[in-house]
Every structure is written in C-alpha cells, then in structure tokens.
C-alpha cells in the first residue's frame, strides 16, 4: 500500500528579521503565502527506511536519515514507538535550497503520508508539534494559505486572503544556504540596533483584500540584503522582472528564488518571457496564490501523476 502527499512551496512576502537570540535563532514576524509549486511524497511500506528523489535538483538532496522526509518519518515513528520502515518517493519540483521550503514541504509531506499509510489518526496540534521540531518552516508547509509566523517562525496564525495572486519565481543558477544567510544578516547589522519584528497590517489588510497593488506596496524581505550580498547577481534579476512590468519584485525568503507577484496572469506572462530571454536565471515558473497546505492525493490521481 501507497500513500501520495502533496506539499506546496511558499514565499514570505514579509520577512521582518529580529536580532540574534541566545539559541542562534532570530524572532520573526513572518508572513507566508503558499504557492503552487509542489512536491510529492509516497509513502510506501518496506523492509527498511530508504529515501529516493526524482525530478530538478534531486542530485542535490541527500537520500541518508538527514533528509528531511526522514527525520520526519523517523520522529513520527519514536512517537508511536514504531519502526520507521517505510520507502519515501520524493517527487521534486520546488526548487532545491532555493528559499522555497523544499526541504520544509517534503518533512510534512513525509509526515501526513507516514501517518496516513500506519493508520495513526495523530493529532493536528501533535503532527504540528513534530513539525517545528523539525525546522521552523516545517508547521507552515503542512498548513499551507497564508499564515503569520512569529517566534523562529513556527508559531502560525492563519491568514485570510481575499483573491488569487499571481506570481513568477526565478530559478537562481545555484543555491544558498539558509544559516549562512542569517549569519551574513548579523554581519550586516552588526552594531545598529534590530528593531522587534512587526507584521505590516497594511500588507495584512492587502492579502485580505485579494488587492494585488497594494500587497505590491507591502513586501518586505530583511534577508534580501544578505542574500545580495552573497549572491549579488540577484539584483539582475529583480531589475528585469521590474522593467518588464512586475508590482514588485523580491528574494524569496534566504533566497538565491526570486519572486515577482504580477498584475495578472497576462502580465505574469510577460514578465516570464522577459525573465528568460535576460539569461539572468536558470529557470522560470509561473503560478497563482494560494495554495492548499499538504494534502493526501486520491489513489486513482496518485496513479495517473506517476
Ligand atoms: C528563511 C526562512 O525560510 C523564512 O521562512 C526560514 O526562516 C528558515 O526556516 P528553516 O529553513 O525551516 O530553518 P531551520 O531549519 O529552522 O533553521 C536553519 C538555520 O537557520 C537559522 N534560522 C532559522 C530560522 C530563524 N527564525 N532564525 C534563524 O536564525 C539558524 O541558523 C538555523 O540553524
Ligand atoms: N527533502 C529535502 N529536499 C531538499 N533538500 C533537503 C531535503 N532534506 C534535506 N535537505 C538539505 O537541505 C538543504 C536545503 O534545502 P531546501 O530545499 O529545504 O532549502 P530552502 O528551500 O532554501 O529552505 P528554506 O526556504 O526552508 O530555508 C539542501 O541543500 C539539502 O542538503
């Protein structure tokens, strides 16, 4: 027997950055949109646990018990007193540490798949907890819309979000790592005071509104000048989706993606082709907002997509 798991993507369209706390973490107010980009997860049953991947970027992805979708399944397991034997399929489409929440999405992925496939019935409350010990953006991929997280990121308020935006994500030729661009955000506040993280209602009262304008307006990343510092070809980038028409344009979260919410799906047309023809990134995808939280995927469909 198999279980399939859908995961979508995010962006934070806001990212307000505290400073460092004493366990190396920074408070947030982080305001997460999911988008339709996603991965899979099978869960099937086996011997032994064994993680395989397919799909862009999957050479990149570990296949030992520190993949993400592995940990989760081990941790779900422990709970239960179980043995995590079980083959993960990760079906890859999210960009690999690309500041999309791949990694994120596959642990709650492997996590609602696991939990369906040993008939555990856990919690909503449970399944969340084991997500933020997994990493901070973890309980946000199982839930998916829009939600406010504060503390390292973890602890979420769902969002409302009154319409359908719509977004290009600029594949970077390469990746960068998530510690390191935290670590380059304290170099470059060093010695200026971090203000408290606070989320903008203006850009609340926009998602709410469905009003692409004025959620335009509102972004904000304070780990884009970080991310540009590491990877300063970015601005290339944000400067040709700008010039061909987007409202805005931004890292998405640690980054190197980058994020153009357009007017409308026309719009986001063009702002693709130009984003392509500009040799300024590796790949294009073009998609809508917001996306469902992780979700089992009928057998019959689960067939079909394999
Ligand atoms: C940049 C974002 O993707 C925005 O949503 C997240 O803040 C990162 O979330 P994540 O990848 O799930 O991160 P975790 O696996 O929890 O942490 C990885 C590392 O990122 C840094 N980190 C992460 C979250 C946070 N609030 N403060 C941090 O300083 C820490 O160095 C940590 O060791
Ligand atoms: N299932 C997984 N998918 C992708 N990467 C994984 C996975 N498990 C572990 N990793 C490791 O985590 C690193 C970060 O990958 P990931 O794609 O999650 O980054 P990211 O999208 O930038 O994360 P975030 O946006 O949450 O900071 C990879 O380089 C890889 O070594």
Known sequence: MSVTVRVPAKVNVQLAVGGARPDGFHDLANVFLAVGLYDEVTATEADELRVTCAGPGADQVPLDRT?????????????????AAVHLHIAKDIPVAG???????????????????WGLNTSRD???????????????SLVG?????TGRGEQLRPLEVGGTFHWVFAVADGGLSTPAVYREFDRLTEGTEVPEPVASQ????????????????????????????????????????????ALAALVSGSGPTTAFLARDAESA?????????????????????PAPGATVVPVAQAQENA
């Open 269 to 289: 047309k063009t702002v693709a082709g130009a984003l392509l023809a500009s040799a300024t990134c590796r790949a294009v995808r073009v998609t809508d907002a």
């Open 145 to 149: 819309g829009a939600a406010l997280g």
């Open 202 to 245: 203006e850009l609340l009262d926009a998602l709410a509104k469905g009003d692409a304008t004025a959620l335009a307006t509102a972004v904000s990343n304070d780990l884009q000048p970080a991310a540009l510092s590491l990877f300063p070809t970015l601005a290339d980038t944000l400067a040709t989706g700008r010039t061909a028409g």
């Open 99 to 117: 500041g999309m929440a791949g990694g994120s999405a596959d642990a709650a992925g492997a996590l609602v798949a696991c939990d369906e496939l």
């Open 67 to 83: 993949n993400l979708a592995a940990r989760a399944a081990l941790a779900l397991a422990e709970r239960h007193g179980l043995d």
């Open 126 to 140: 449970e399944l969340l907890a084991i997500c933020a010990e997994l990493g901070s953006d973890v309980p946000f």
